[in-house]
């Protein structure tokens, strides 16, 4: 009998067939670029399409925590 789950878990399975190519692409072949990120909403400054080859874009982000002054 065909169900929802076995519909499901094949959908799953295709997909990850699909992205195995992609995930297992050597990603240590590609130019790295050092960005800085610029303020709100926090990204760096880039165009909406690009025509430039693929790249690693390495940036740090430092996440802080700001107490809410509530205590528990």
Partial sequence: MFTRRNMLVCAAVSALLMTA??????????????VDLVAPPF???HEQA?????SVIQFKMTVE???TGHRQ
Avoid: M, N, Y
């Fill in 43 to 45: 990204i760096h400054a």
């Fill in 50 to 54: 690009t025509k430039a080859p693929p």
């Fill in 21 to 34: 190519p992609a995930l297992a692409e050597d990603l240590s072949s590609l130019p790295r670029v050092k």
């Fill in 65 to 67: 925590e700001k107490g």
